[in-house]
């Protein structure tokens, strides 16, 4: 099946905001939803914190009130803080939004994190501690005992682990959930259904990533132009350990890793937007290729993450002309949420090889980010904090 067809003949193969318009808040009815969660963007100046402010331009859920950053930026209007990379103007909602710092008294119901890995770890556990919901982008917390790592589509379950972390580390309503490295996100999603129907026992994969995961200004373009760079610092070590979490489970008390054998040899490429993997996959039980297509083809989620304004329904698409995916084709497509696989093939090393594409700053960063704060919102972990505000004046009072 050609991509074209397949977002002719599927609503759930289109545009991001044309897939979700219909989608509202379970448990929430329509008229509630005028109310809708105020949302704060951490490093809202950066490029994954400026996809985070255009995805909550007209989100169904959420409602951009206060942007942070770095003390160069605070006191600024947003639109004179930020050199804006992304196609089309800054969204009015958030031009005239007064750039803060990262004091944890920003007026909103919980925090995106899009900062830079230098300040992303004790900046996140302020806010926790002081009441806000974290959901993250960054790298810090990722791997941190009781914080979910989190794909909706793969570990949903994952988030029973909140409850713990809030009485280990001491927060009273906050919390940090993570979302998974650019190039670690697409890898899993397509390793999920594999998994689930033969089981994993080895993954390796290379992967050609995009200039844009190195964030602004990225790589130098004497570095970089006519060329492949074959390292890229921590990633390949964040490739190998994230999906055995990811793939594994909350056993009540700690996570379980999956225990597959992964190995991961990480290049940066000439390429804007999309990280594209050549990968192999050992599998634990005797399957043809037409049974590892359909288990891709047809992986599906439930019907509280088809709910969810970001989520697909069908979140991989499986192309069959021989040469796709290509980033400038493809990268694009369930707006930049969906998983591209070609070149499913016989591997003559494990067992199956093929190709997959994803956009490792939607899917990869921020899309992956608003999604889990919508699952996030779905089971009831966001509070509104001006009713929280109220209700301590209230104690206070009497």
Same mark, same amino acid.
């Given at each position: 099946?050609?991509?074209?067809?397949? /977002? *002719?003949?599927?609503?759930?193969?289109?545009?991001?905001?044309?897939?979700?318009?219909?989608?509202?808040?379970?448990?929430?009815?329509?008229?509630?939803?005028?109310?809708?969660?105020?949302? %704060?963007?951490?490093?809202?100046?950066?490029?994954?914190?400026?996809?985070?402010?255009?995805?909550?331009?007209?989100?169904?859920?959420?409602?951009?009130?206060?942007?942070?950053?770095?003390?160069?930026?605070?006191?600024?209007?947003?639109?004179?803080?930020?050199?804006?990379?992304?196609?089309?103007? $800054?969204?009015?909602?958030?031009?005239?939004?007064?750039?803060?710092?990262?004091?944890?008294?920003?007026?909103?119901?919980?925090?995106?994190?899009?900062?830079?890995?230098?300040?992303?770890?004790?900046?996140?556990?302020?806010?926790? *501690?002081?009441?806000?919901?974290?959901?993250?982008?960054?790298?810090?917390?990722?791997?941190?005992?009781?914080?979910?790592?989190?794909?909706?589509?793969?570990?949903?379950?994952?988030?029973?682990?909140?409850?713990?972390?809030?009485?280990?580390?001491?927060?009273?309503?906050?919390? $940090?959930?993570?979302?998974?490295?650019?190039?670690?996100?697409?890898?899993?999603?397509?390793?999920?259904?594999?998994?689930?129907?033969?089981?994993?026992?080895?993954?390796?994969?290379?992967?050609?990533?995009?200039?844009?995961?190195?964030?602004?200004?990225?790589?130098?373009?004497?570095? $970089? /132009?006519?060329?492949? $760079?074959?390292?890229?610092? %921590?990633?390949?070590?964040?490739?190998?350990?994230?999906?055995?979490?990811?793939?594994?489970?909350?056993? %009540? #008390?700690?996570?379980?890793?999956?225990?597959?054998?992964?190995?991961?040899?990480?290049?940066?490429?000439?390429?804007?937007?999309?990280?594209?993997?050549?990968?192999?996959?050992?599998?634990?039980?005797?399957?043809?290729?037409?049974?590892?297509?359909?288990?891709?083809?047809?992986?599906?989620?439930?019907?509280?993450?088809?709910?969810?304004?970001?989520?697909?329904?069908?979140?991989?698409?499986?192309?069959?002309?021989?040469?796709?995916? /290509?980033?400038?084709?493809?990268?694009?497509?369930?707006?930049?949420? #969906?998983?591209? =696989?070609?070149?499913?093939?016989?591997?003559?090393?494990?067992? =199956?090889?093929?190709?997959?594409?994803?956009?490792?700053? =939607?899917?990869?960063?921020?899309?992956?980010?608003?999604?889990?704060?919508?699952?996030?919102?779905?089971? %009831?972990?966001?509070?509104?904090? =001006?009713? *929280?505000?109220?209700?301590?004046?209230?104690?206070?009072?009497?």
């Amino acid at each position: 099946m050609s991509l074209d067809s397949a /977002q *002719q003949h599927s609503t759930d193969k289109m545009p991001l905001r044309q897939n979700t318009a219909d989608k509202t808040l379970p448990g929430r009815s329509v008229q509630s939803l005028e109310k809708k969660w105020r949302a %704060g963007v951490l490093g809202a100046t950066g490029l994954v914190g400026q996809r985070i402010v255009k995805l909550l331009a007209d989100h169904p859920w959420f409602e951009l009130t206060e942007v942070a950053a770095s003390e160069r930026s605070s006191g600024k209007r947003y639109a004179e803080a930020v050199r804006w990379h992304l196609d089309g103007p $800054i969204p009015e909602n958030a031009r005239d939004l007064v750039v803060k710092d990262l004091d944890p008294t920003l007026e909103c119901d919980f925090v995106f994190s899009a900062l830079d890995s230098s300040v992303a770890g004790s900046a996140e556990e302020d806010f926790a *501690q002081a009441g806000y919901p974290v959901v993250s982008n960054a790298k810090n917390h990722r791997r941190d005992a009781y914080v979910p790592l989190l794909i909706p589509e793969v570990n949903a379950a994952h988030l029973e682990a909140i409850p713990t972390q809030q009485k280990k580390c001491g927060y009273e309503r906050g919390f $940090i959930v993570t979302n998974p490295n650019c190039s670690t996100a697409g890898l899993v999603l397509v390793l999920k259904p594999l998994a689930d129907a033969f089981g994993l026992e080895k993954v390796f994969v290379v992967t050609l990533q995009a200039v844009s995961g190195a964030g602004y200004p990225g790589v130098a373009t004497m570095d $970089i /132009q006519g060329n492949v $760079i074959p390292f890229i610092s %921590g990633e390949e070590e964040k490739m190998e350990t994230e999906p055995q979490k990811l793939l594994g489970k909350w056993d %009540g #008390a700690r996570f379980v890793d999956a225990g597959v054998g992964l190995t991961a040899h990480c290049n940066r490429v000439p390429v804007l937007d999309g990280h594209l993997e050549c990968v192999s996959i050992g599998l634990k039980k005797i399957a043809s290729l037409r049974e590892v297509q359909e288990a891709l083809r047809t992986f599906e989620v439930d019907a509280e993450l088809a709910a969810l304004p970001s989520a697909l329904r069908h979140p991989i698409v499986v192309l069959d002309e021989e040469n796709r995916p /290509q980033p400038r084709r493809d990268v694009d497509a369930g707006g930049g949420m #969906a998983a591209v =696989v070609g070149r499913v093939r016989e591997c003559p090393l494990l067992d =199956v090889k093929l190709t997959l594409l994803s956009h490792n700053l =939607v899917r990869g960063a921020a899309g992956a980010a608003v999604m889990n704060a919508e699952l996030l919102a779905a089971r %009831g972990f966001f509070k509104s904090r =001006v009713d *929280q505000s109220q209700s301590i004046e209230e104690s206070v009072s009497k």
